[in-house]
């Protein structure tokens, strides 16, 4: 699999908000993207990532 | 002079833009001629014909506004809950005479200042997950010019998920005194452009230039711009 381009393995299947835990992302100031298709907001818990997945997190800074 | 002055003030019609210190009106054709002067007609006929919206009218969004609206677009759409304070004076599209108002009516005052002609409609209400898809569907596209990283997500995440037309160009990374040169535009996702240095959070930075956040508003409106001509790649 692939966050941001960057090759990962995973030997277990894990949920993407756990993946994303790991990985220290705060989820309250992200958007994934998971092989082209946005993730919602509410389906973290149950989207289930494996070894073939793409994924685009998108982290946000404060100022505007 | 003093009289001169004063004379030209009572002449001027209220809000209406066209007639700004003037005797005889801006018309709509002069105003397309002028832009024909700087684009072929293939531009300003696509130009013309886009629409956009802009959530959040601070550094990012007022200043996006302005550019669009010189660059001749159709028409936009304009939200923010917020007034005009003296500490946005710094970096925003406002003036002194606007301290205290919604920062919605002092832009649309703004705006028509330079076209007269824009159609241009806004709401002084706070963007929710709840409201977001209602608001910005109808649009194609959609600038992100929020302040706060939560609220960025927020919209971002929903409109992705809920505007299946919109293409979302959002401001991210722009507080500080770093190069100018940091801060370029990346197509993130299929219908996500971001513009910034993707990194420095106000919190750090502790300061917002007006040189640095207009450098990235512009960056959103060019994509904008880039967009309405058909042009996807950044």
Not at chain 1, 40 to 54: C, K, L, V
Not at chain 2, 21 to 49: F, H, V
Not at chain 2, 185 to 190: A, E, F, G, I, L
Request: contains cysteine.
């Amino acid at each position: 699999m692939t966050v941001n381009g960057v090759k990962k393995e995973i030997s277990v299947q894990i949920s993407l908000s756990e993946l994303l835990r790991q990985e220290g992302f705060q989820t309250e100031r992200i958007a994934v993207e998971r092989n082209g298709e946005i993730v919602p907001r509410g389906s973290y818990e149950t989207t289930w990532i494996s070894n073939e997945d793409q994924l685009e997190v998108v982290s946000f800074v404060g100022g505007g | 002079m003093k009289k001169d002055c004063e004379l030209r003030k009572e002449k001027l019609p209220g809000n209406n833009g066209a007639m700004e210190g003037r005797e005889k009106p801006i018309s709509r054709r002069q105003l397309k001629e002028a832009l024909l002067e700087r684009y072929t007609p293939e531009m300003y006929e696509k130009i013309s014909g886009s629409s956009a919206a802009i959530a959040g009218l601070g550094g990012l969004g007022s200043q996006i506004a302005v550019m669009l609206t010189r660059a001749g677009v159709g028409k936009l759409f304009l939200v923010d809950f917020d007034r005009v304070e003296l500490t946005n004076l710094n970096r925003q599209a406002y003036d002194i005479s606007h301290l205290g108002r919604l920062k919605t009516e002092a832009l649309l005052e703004i705006l028509k200042k330079i076209n007269p002609y824009l159609e241009v409609t806004a709401a002084a209400e706070k963007v929710t997950a709840e409201n977001a898809g209602s608001f910005f569907r109808e649009y194609p596209i959609l600038c992100e010019a929020f302040d706060n990283p939560e609220q960025k997500a927020i919209l971002v995440n929903t409109v992705l998920d809920q505007c299946p037309k919109t293409t979302v160009i959002s401001g991210s990374g722009m507080a500080g005194v770093s190069s100018a040169n940091s801060i370029a535009t990346r197509r993130k996702m299929k219908r996500l452009y971001l513009c910034g240095d993707g990194v420095t959070d106000l919190d750090e930075a502790t300061c917002l230039m007006p040189s640095r956040v207009m450098v990235c508003a512009a960056h959103q409106a060019n994509m904008a711009i880039r967009l309405m001509l058909g042009k996807e790649e950044v």
